[in-house]
């Protein structure tokens, strides 16, 4: 299972890549993205989640104080 943190262009991208594999693809971000879900497959969880259930974790999330 690969799991995404951050759902944006590149994170899209890299979950495109991994669906070409037949890898089921949880994600994170900050809020839920419909089109994420759309051109991936992926499923919405919790980061907690996400962790705990990841074979593989990806971050493509920009370099912030939060």
Do not use: C, Q
């Amino acid at each position: 299972m690969n799991s995404v943190i951050g759902a944006g262009r590149i994170g899209i991208a890299f979950a495109r890549k991994a669906k070409g594999f037949d890898m089921k693809i949880l994600y994170h971000d900050v809020r839920r993205n419909p089109d994420f879900e759309a051109a991936t497959g992926g499923t919405y969880v919790e980061k907690d989640t996400l962790l705990k259930e990841a074979d593989f974790v990806s971050l493509h999330v920009p370099l912030m104080p939060s």
